[in-house]
């Protein structure tokens, strides 16, 4: 199984960013899927998680109402849409592919991970 994400850079305060996450090697429509972050010196978080048919979600309250989670399960992608960015969004992006066909919160629920991309966002 392999999960390439993309989409991360540098951007201003307020601006946003798109990230991309594909899956090969596994039914991606059988699976739910998360994004989580690590900042510098911080354990990784949870930041959004979806459900295999994409109806059930779940955002952190740190980023609940500026970023969206959503899947194409016939293109076997996964974005996270990141939008009003703050300085303390910056972290490494991770996604990844769950167990189940549910989005937990619990990182222990992933079994697969991919290899994450930066977002970097300046004050």
């Known amino acids: 199984v392999q999960l390439q994400a993309s989409g991360g850079g540098l951007v201003q305060a307020g601006g946003s960013l798109r990230l991309s996450c594909a899956v090969s090697g596994r039914t991606f429509s059988d699976y739910g899927m998360g994004w989580f972050r690590q900042a510098p010196g911080k354990e990784r978080e949870v930041v959004a998680t979806i459900s295999r048919s994409g109806r059930n979600t779940f955002y952190a309250d740190s980023v609940k109402g500026r970023f969206t989670i959503s899947r194409d399960n016939a293109k076997n992608t996964l974005w996270l849409q990141m939008n009003s960015l703050e300085p303390e969004d910056t972290a490494v992006y991770s996604c990844?592919?769950?167990?189940?066909?549910?989005?937990?919160?619990?990182?222990?629920?992933?079994?697969?991970w991919g290899q994450g991309t930066q977002v970097t966002v300046s004050s």
């Open positions: 990844a592919l769950s167990r189940t066909q549910w989005g937990p919160k619990l990182e222990s629920e992933y079994t697969h």
